[in-house]
């Protein structure tokens, strides 16, 4: 009697395998071959982009894909509007701007607005110029979370559910400065800072005290 052992894995939003595999075998067969063949189908499905664990967040063949076009300056990358809610992580990031052939001194322009996000944790290093989290559920901010952002120039977090208690000092500190004598952090470049209709209150200069050009 024939058989057919079929094994399919779709691609989906944060789905790390992206091609179908099928496997198929007639007659007896044996089990381990089955075994050896799926593995090995699930092995090169998952890298076949070239990656080490990231995705390619910019592969449009994905569903929920963010839209990048790497002609504009600075490179635009879209990810508005695609039910994310958590941001990607930096193996995705290496992925996407390897892929993308972008390189450290390309500047981005980053948007990650209407979506699900609840908090923005630290971000890796990267040439963000410009970076947008409105229209989302954003309750908390990571200190440091935008520290390995030193060309930051544009922010916005309008339109969001932050609070005057959810506001903390360090959530705009840059890099810190441990060269010298008196160690600190760098300030954030920010000119540009949009934090309107959320629930804040009041908001101290002490929390803004290390973004000095706003």
């Given at each position: 009697?024939?058989?057919?052992w079929k094994?399919?894995?779709?691609?989906?939003?944060?789905?790390?395998?992206?091609?179908?595999?099928?496997?198929?075998?007639?007659?007896?067969?044996?089990?381990?071959?089955?075994?050896?063949?799926?593995?090995?189908?699930i092995?090169?499905?998952?890298?076949?982009?070239?990656?080490?664990g990231?995705?390619?967040?910019?592969?449009?063949?994905?569903?929920?894909?963010?839209?990048?076009?790497?002609?504009?300056?600075?490179?635009?990358?879209?990810?508005?509007?695609?039910?994310?809610?958590?941001?990607?992580?930096?193996?995705?990031?290496?992925?996407t701007l390897?892929?993308l052939?972008?390189?450290?001194?390309?500047?981005?322009?980053?948007n990650?607005?209407?979506?699900?996000l609840?908090?923005?944790?630290?971000?890796?290093?990267?040439?963000?110029?410009?970076?947008?989290?409105?229209?989302?559920?954003?309750?908390?901010?990571?200190?440091?979370?935008?520290s390995?952002?030193?060309?930051?120039?544009?922010?916005d977090?309008?339109?969001?559910?932050?609070?005057?208690?959810s506001?903390?000092?360090?959530?705009?500190?840059?890099?810190?400065?441990s060269?010298?004598?008196?160690?600190?952090?760098?300030?954030?470049p920010?000119?540009?800072?949009n934090?309107?209709?959320?629930?804040?209150?009041?908001?101290?200069?002490?929390?803004?005290?290390?973004?000095?050009?706003?």
């Amino acid at each position: 009697m024939n058989k057919f052992w079929k094994t399919l894995i779709s691609p989906k939003s944060g789905n790390r395998v992206s091609n179908a595999c099928f496997l198929s075998t007639s007659g007896k067969g044996t089990m381990l071959l089955l075994g050896i063949l799926f593995l090995k189908c699930i092995v090169n499905a998952a890298g076949q982009d070239g990656s080490t664990g990231g995705i390619n967040f910019c592969n449009r063949t994905l569903k929920n894909s963010c839209y990048c076009e790497t002609k504009l300056k600075p490179v635009l990358i879209d990810c508005s509007g695609i039910q994310l809610k958590v941001l990607f992580e930096e193996e995705d990031w290496n992925v996407t701007l390897a892929a993308l052939n972008i390189t450290s001194d390309d500047a981005l322009e980053v948007n990650f607005s209407d979506n699900l996000l609840e908090d923005i944790p630290m971000l890796p290093a990267l040439n963000i110029v410009m970076l947008f989290f409105h229209h989302n559920h954003i309750r908390k901010i990571y200190p440091s979370a935008f520290s390995h952002l030193p060309e930051l120039d544009t922010l916005d977090l309008s339109s969001n559910r932050l609070t005057t208690k959810s506001l903390e000092e360090g959530m705009f500190f840059g890099q810190f400065n441990s060269s010298s004598a008196s160690p600190g952090y760098f300030p954030l470049p920010l000119k540009h800072l949009n934090m309107s209709h959320n629930k804040i209150h009041r908001y101290t200069i002490l929390k803004i005290r290390t973004t000095p050009s706003l």
